[in-house]
């Protein structure tokens, strides 16, 4: 069984840090890409930061260049995104998710989502 | 970055009735667009990829049209466990966008 467990997630003031982990289970993790995807409430669904299989490839959305960095650990199952300048805009629901497909044509595994609130 | 927008916002349809959901890119996609679904509580489930290709399980009520720009799913005899918000995504394009959802309620 797949299992996404996202952690990390808090509250912070604006202009703080946050790192979020994501641990993966139940496939071989290693040779997938993964994504993070957040919802700010009332919102759609956005995606925010890709990596490809080996860390090797990564992908931002334009508002989160250079404040945001994803990395993964192959050896230890784990996703993470660093956030930096954190703004009240970036408060969401934070999922990490695992395209399907090669190359991705969707995303068919998602975790339960953790919640970062930007706010003094 | 491609933009994606969902009609309507809400769609009343009765149990066992036919409903149609759009959806449109702000510029071409081509086939890259999947449909999910999502209910309270639960994370979106994939249910249409390539625009018109069902995933492993989907009912065949579930069908997927469309290319380019615009973009259509049906689903044929709603059941009980269809009523849900239905989201758009195309993959054509990084960063992968998302249309604001469609919530199927019962009439």
């Known amino acids: 069984e797949v299992r996404l467990v996202e952690s990390g997630g808090g509250l912070v003031q604006p202009g703080g840090s946050l790192r979020l982990s994501c641990s993966a289970s139940?496939?071989?993790?290693?040779?997938?890409?993964m994504h993070w995807v957040r919802q700010a409430p009332g919102k759609r669904l956005e995606s925010v930061s890709a990596i490809n299989y080996n860390g090797g490839s990564t992908y931002y959305a334009d508002s989160m260049k250079g404040r945001f960095t994803i990395s993964r650990d192959n050896s230890k199952n784990q996703l993470y995104l660093q956030m930096n300048s954190l703004r009240p805009e970036d408060t969401a629901v934070y999922y990490c998710?695992?395209?399907?497909?090669?190359?991705?044509?969707?995303?068919?595994?998602w975790g339960q989502g953790t919640l970062v609130t930007v706010s003094s | 970055e491609i933009v994606m927008t969902q009609s309507p916002a809400t769609l009343s349809v009765s149990p066992g009735e036919r409903a149609t959901l759009s959806c449109r890119a702000s510029?071409?996609?081509?086939?890259?667009l999947v449909w999910y679904l999502q209910k309270v509580g639960q994370a979106p489930r994939l249910l249409i990829y390539g625009a018109s290709t069902r995933t492993t399980g989907v009912p065949a009520r579930f069908s997927g049209s469309g290319s380019g720009t615009e973009f259509t799913l049906t689903i044929s005899s709603l059941q009980s466990d269809d009523f849900a918000v239905y989201y758009c995504?195309?993959?054509?394009?990084?960063?992968?966008?998302f249309g604001q959802g469609t919530t199927v309620e019962i009439k």
């Open positions: 998710v695992k395209p399907v497909g090669v190359p991705p044509v969707g995303i068919d595994y």
């Open positions: 995504q195309q993959y054509s394009n990084w960063p992968w966008t």
């Open positions: 510029q071409s996609v081509g086939s890259n």
């Open positions: 139940g496939f071989t993790f290693s040779s997938c890409a």
